[in-house]
């Protein structure tokens, strides 16, 4: 379910106006395969606890300098739309908390490393 769920997201989220025309910038298109197998270790971790995962993800999203907290909504309202069409209910609200948290984190650590002022910072609405 979490590899479907990764390959469903990526497709849309490569095709989006927003986040789309950032993930093929920076991701060549002879790397998605190995991307998504990546991430599918991100999430399984994240998620199951399976430790596949042991990359530091901080460093190649502060390495995005055009990211703002438009790119960051849309991959959450596309992430929550994905995990919502192919989980059941009590699944899609698994995935969708751990996604808003750690789109959350990764948006303030960008922001602080980038040298604004985080302390009146919320979390990001929904899209």
Known sequence: MVRAVVDAFYDKARRDDVIGPVFNRVIAPE???????TITDFWSSMLLGTGRYGGRPMPKHLAIPELSDAHFLRWLSLFRQTAEELCSPDIAVIFIERSERIGNSFRMNIAMRRGEDITRMGPLGRE
């Open 31 to 37: 790397q998605w395969p190995h991307h998504l197998d």
